[in-house]
């Protein structure tokens, strides 16, 4: 079995992360915004169909994960997926756009279960994706630059979301912002759809589990609740997404209501309205930046010192921008840039060692569940992005929130809280949470040698 990696695999793996990126932060940068000030529901009804779909979503993981590891054809049990699900991706996230004209109750109902329909689809080919990663290769310093190389095509989907959606919006609407977001939709759904064939053609699966009698679903399942590493490195996605859903939700809110006025931003003078756009872009371009350094601060300081190192230091970041005045933007924009930096490589991190509990798992028990671990770790990010997302919109009904209107001094307040210190005190909590993991880079490589040597 050849463990070479070529180029052209590493690049196509990374634009199926690209493709995912392409909703999934639209979603999560303009998801809040859209379904209270542009389609017309309650940030409550929000905050509510965001918590159910992204749980339901979440729920399904383990479901995915088992039906990818028994999954065989002559394509692999991942890769297929990438073929099979493109276009009900792009199908169903383009729905999730459509404004019907219909009543507020109708509207909630449209929302919920179009919402749900693509989480559910978004789940079917992101999580056998991420399962392609611990097939691809069995060495962990590979898998970690296939990590590296997945989210440069996650940050800089972010990025292009970051640069495009905005303009992308005003342009393709003419000032109709319900007609612009689903036209800009629509052709995020053809360039998805376009790079998972991308992803699919372009991929191998090199991995195969050992040949032993099948494990049933109970076995797996209970050999996944023994397995210390992927509880804890499950617990600690958790709370880093909680914070990082939130943070983001919060952004065209703070701008829009508590910096309000048009202010310089490093020279350039900008309206509020118009910062929220760039300050995306500086937050994914870092971000970015960040996990080009991935592999180096990996092999520099080990893989669990890093993470939690880096995660407490992005998470001050986020508090410190508490006291940043509202007319103090280019501050605002350079704390933020320094704690995307620091957050850059944390995904790419996490997933090489999930990949890692995997192997641990299979080491340990003799029967590997790749699908069901990543399965975990989709599990984390979801239920994360679900809880803050939600939480975003339960905390604006709280602080007494109002569409298009001024808000009062105690909503933007709380509105500040949920952009700098709610994040931080989840990101801190998850750092503290990796204290408890178990698998040194020492204990890695013994598994990963004893493993090449069974095979």
Known sequence: MSDKIRLTEKLGFAGGDFACALFFLLFSFYGLYFYTDVFGISAAAVGTIFLVARLWDAINDPIMGIIADRTRTRWGRFRPYLLWMAIPFAGTGVFCFVVPDWSMGAKVAYAAITYTLFSMVYTAVNLPYSGLMGVISPNSAQRTELAQFRFMGSYSGSLFIALAV???VSVL???NEQRGYLLTASLFAVVAATLFLITFLTTRERLQPIERESSQVLTDLKDLAANRAVLVLFVSSL???IGIALHLATVPFYFKYYVRDSYSLFGWTLSAENMIGPYFTVSSLFLLFGVFATG??????????????????????WAAQYFVPAASVSTLFAIEAVGALLAGPLDAIAFAMFADAADHSEWKTGRRATGLVMAVASFGRKAGWAVGGALGGFMLAWYGYMPNEAQ?????????LMLTWVPAVAGLLGGAVLLFYPLSERKVREISLALQASR
């Open 239 to 241: 709370l880093f997404f």
């Open 296 to 317: 180096r601060i990996a092999r520099r300081f080990g893989k669990i010192r890093a993470y939690i190192s880096l995660l407490t230091m992005a998470s001050l970041a």
């Open 408 to 416: 009062s001094p105690e909503t933007i307040d709380g509105i500040r």
């Open 166 to 168: 905005t303009p992308l």
């Open 173 to 175: 609407g003419g000032g």
